[in-house]
């Protein structure tokens, strides 16, 4: 038993190991933009009524917005990664000839979450403009830097 926890956790290790640094930033930063996404969809299904409004889960979503929000993500975009390098990505080019433009448009969705924990709270109505002034970070930098945008 101790035996196949211990080859179980080599497998574990051996795995990760034979992951490149351009493989693991890919991996991650569609993880976070997937944890982005899944708290969007949770206050855009309230907000069109999909889901009832819940003021402590559109709260809670907020909060983990703005928490993703602080995250480095342009470090995870290390060169070599472009949707020109590497299948899988949709990382245009494009960030790589302008990285300072590139995080500046991720700290506009970071500013834009500031207070949005409070924001959502008080009714289903609130949640509307919030999601406006978020979604329109997202297309700021999908549009230039997003292949398929
Ligand atoms: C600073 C730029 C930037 C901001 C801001 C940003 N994104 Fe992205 N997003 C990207 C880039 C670049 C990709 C493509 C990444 C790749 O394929 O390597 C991406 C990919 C995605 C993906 C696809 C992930 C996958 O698994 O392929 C989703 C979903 C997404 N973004 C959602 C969002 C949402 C929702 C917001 C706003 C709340 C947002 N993003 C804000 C740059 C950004």
Redesign the pocket.
Known sequence: MRQSILVASLCLIGSAALATPAEDA?EA??GL??M??ME?GTLAGMAKGEVDYDETAASAAAKN?MALAQYD??KL?IEG?S?DDME?????PA?WSDTED??A??A??ATATDGIDQEVMGGQGNLGPVLQK??S??S???KP???DR
């Open positions: 890919l930063r569609h933009m997937k982005i996404s969007m917005l993500a342009p975009f990664t949707s899988g990505s949709d990382a245009l960030i590139f995080a448009r991720y506009s969705f978020l979604g970070t997202c700021e930098c999908h830097y997003r292949a």
